[in-house]
């Protein structure tokens, strides 16, 4: 069972506007920075967003991350059906002293 | 271009170890702090151990701490993680990372090498 909590499954159709949440607690989200990583299964992960909100050179606008309180948020807009991969949040937990990941959502593009 | 290449996998029969490797190029290697992840097969992303940049400071997941060492040698730009007292749980495919943007912040990550532990 994972420290951060993702849903295990969204689905939206092309074009359209999908969110992806990460709820953990203030040992984690609370009081650190939020990390989202795409995987196409059997390829390594790849990092979309880290420090909450910030793009590496290479994600699209159309990604965006947002924290609220022990929450954390993934927004894709313009959904593409190269999108279709599992996504997963990742942060420090400052309590256990070590690093955490949430247990991974399947993005579908209908 | 970073490059992080692992080696090391394989099969082993519990109780057993191996040592992984990760050569790192492209970068100073010895800038950033290294992480070992791990995905079992059909399973999610799962941290195991992190050391940083100068290799005084090392972190591990409870269900490796004792059995399993990170290091890391940076004359060699070379990442390890050394597995001892091996389980079928150990069992999954182990990436490294780079922490270069943030914490867990992992921009480059290597191609991932298979550990099987099976009698």
């Known amino acids: 069972q994972s420290v951060l909590t993702q849903p295990p499954s969204v689905s939206a159709a092309p074009g359209q506007t999908v969110t992806i949440s990460c709820s953990g607690s203030?040992?984690?989200?609370?009081?650190?920075?939020v990390s989202w990583y795409h995987q196409v299964p059997g390829t390594a992960p790849k990092l979309l967003i880290y420090d909450t909100g910030r793009r590496p050179s290479g994600t699209p606008d159309r990604f965006s991350g947002s924290k609220s309180g022990t929450s954390a948020t993934l927004g894709i807009t313009g959904l593409q059906t190269g999108d279709e991969a599992d996504y997963y949040c990742?942060?420090?937990?400052?309590?256990?002293?070590?690093?955490?990941f949430g247990g991974g959502t399947k993005l579908t593009v209908l | 271009e970073v490059q992080l290449v692992e080696s090391g996998g394989g099969s082993v029969q519990p109780g057993g170890s191996l040592r992984l490797s990760c050569a790192a190029s492209?970068?100073?290697?010895?800038?950033?702090?290294m992480h070992w992840v791990r995905q079992a097969p059909g399973k999610g992303l799962v941290w195991v151990s992190r050391i940083n940049s100068d290799g005084r400071t090392t972190n591990y997941a409870d269900s490796v701490k004792g059995r399993f060492t990170i290091s890391r040698d940076n004359a060699k730009s070379t990442l390890y993680l050394q597995m001892n007292n091996l389980r079928a749980e150990d069992t999954a495919v182990y990436y490294c990372g780079r922490a270069a943007a943030g914490v867990l912040g992992l921009d480059h990550w290597g191609q991932g090498t298979l550990v099987t532990v099976s009698s």
């Open positions: 990742g942060t420090w937990d400052n309590s256990l002293n070590v690093g955490v």
């Open positions: 492209g970068s100073t290697f010895s800038s950033y702090s």
């Open positions: 203030s040992s984690n989200i609370g009081n650190n920075y």
